[in-house]
Every structure is written in structure tokens, then in C-alpha cells.
């Protein structure tokens, strides 16, 4: 069955440390990966995507995620969390013919600590 | 600001009723999709329209109908609403009717008593 699991519910950080949100995927073919943000009050945000090409994509706010396909993993990263950047984050996947059946995973709620 | 927009932002009704959530696209996106955010189910994708017409279908009940019109702006009808309708709706537009950038509206938060 296609999923997308987050194993992280809620993460803490220390403003200025470093951040990473798993994301594993399960599904017949490698789809599009994207990442969105949330925040408290707000629609979702795309921070980035990947379709192809290089596995490292670079996104908004200093967000980066690799790609692995042996693992079937889309993780993001961040060199530096900054307060703002506390609020929930959602990996999603989305086969590559339509986007009817775009997977949005539980989510992970980022808490960060000045 | 995405450039969706949704209407009304709240929203507190009875067992029972009837609502309509109104969603405006981005300008020059021809595809509108719904969802609901809950905290026992998260995000889960309702119904998409493409151009006006149904494109796809999700985890929509049958309490529940959509329509995009000719401006492209879509209403969500929720009929005989229940305790457990009480949710996060979320309206998303894209350029396309795959693949690409969803961009997400702020979302109507429905309560119903």
C-alpha cells in the first residue's frame, strides 16, 4: 500500500542547532517528493520538491532534503534552526501521471527553543 | 499569501446542518483541490476539478459535494453535518492537473456542536 510515514511526532530543538525530519516512503514507483510547512493559524507551504535529477534539492527558508532511493527516504534538513521556524512539517508524495492520489504524511511538529 | 483564498475562516454550526466553504484559486490555476485536516485523520485529500469539471476523488463522503464553477471557484457543500465533521478544510490550487506546486489556502476551521 502507498504511505508516507514521519517516525518523528514532535521534535525539540535549540535555536541555532541543527535539524533533520525523516520522511520513508512506500510506493510502486519512485513519485515526486515534495516537503510543506505549516504554521500555527496557516495553509500549507511548499518548502521544496523533488522530481528528479540531483537527489540534494534546495528549498526555501535554508530547508534542504536528499533524496535515497535505496531507502526510500526524502529527509530534511536544516544547518540552523531559527525560532521562526517552529511549526509542523509535511512530506507528501505524488505519482508522476497525476495528482490525484498526492499522500500527505502525518506530519512532524517542530518545537524550537531560544 | 498564497493567493487562495478561503471563505469563511470560522465557521460554528449544529448536528444536522448544512454549510458551504467557498474557495477562490490563484489567479490562472485551473485546478482546485479539497482537503481535511483533522487530529485523528491529518490530511486527507477530498475531491479535485480541473477546468470546471471532476478530475478525482479521495476519501470524500457522500454527505459531502463539491463544484468549480465557470470563474473557477469551487464550493464544498457539507450536508447532515455530524460531531465528527468538526475539521481543519483546506482549498489548494495548481496551474495543472498534475504534478507541480500545490499552493494552500489559510483553510475554513469547522465547528460543529
Known amino acids: 500500500a502507498q504511505s508516507v510515514t514521519q517516525p518523528d511526532i514532535h521534535i525539540t530543538v535549540s535555536e541555532g542547532a541543527s535539524l533533520e525530519l525523516r520522511c520513508n516512503y512506500s510506493y510502486g514507483a519512485t513519485p515526486y517528493l515534495f516537503w510543506y510547512v505549516q504554521s500555527p493559524g496557516q495553509g500549507l507551504q511548499l518548502l521544496l520538491k523533488y522530481f528528479s535529477g540531483d537527489t540534494l534539492v534546495q528549498g526555501i527558508k535554508g530547508f534542504e532534503a536528499e533524496f535515497k532511493r535505496s531507502q526510500s527516504s526524502f529527509n530534511l534538513r536544516k544547518p540552523s534552526v531559527h525560532w521562526s521556524d517552529a511549526a509542523e512539517y509535511f512530506c507528501?508524495?505524488?505519482?508522476?501521471?497525476?495528482?490525484?492520489?498526492?499522500?500527505f504524511g502525518p506530519g512532524t511538529s517542530l518545537s524550537v527553543i531560544p | 499569501d498564497s493567493g487562495v483564498t478561503q471563505t469563511p475562516k470560522h465557521l460554528i454550526t449544529a448536528t444536522g446542518q448544512r454549510v458551504t466553504l467557498r474557495c477562490s484559486p490563484r489567479s490562472g490555476d485551473l485546478s482546485v483541490y479539497w482537503y481535511q485536516q483533522s487530529l485523528d485523520q491529518g490530511l486527507q485529500f477530498l475531491i479535485q476539478y480541473y477546468n470546471g469539471e471532476e478530475r478525482a476523488k479521495g476519501n470524500i463522503l457522500e454527505r459531502f459535494s463539491a463544484q468549480q464553477f465557470p470563474d473557477l471557484h469551487s464550493e464544498l457543500n457539507l450536508s447532515s453535518l455530524e460531531l465528527g465533521d468538526s475539521a481543519l478544510y483546506f482549498c489548494?490550487?495548481?496551474?495543472?492537473?498534475?504534478?507541480?506546486?500545490?499552493?494552500f489556502g489559510e483553510g475554513s476551521r469547522l465547528t460543529v456542536l
Open positions: 489548494a490550487s495548481s496551474v495543472s492537473s498534475y504534478a507541480g506546486e500545490l499552493f
Open positions: 507528501a508524495v505524488a505519482p508522476k501521471t497525476s495528482y490525484d492520489k498526492v499522500i
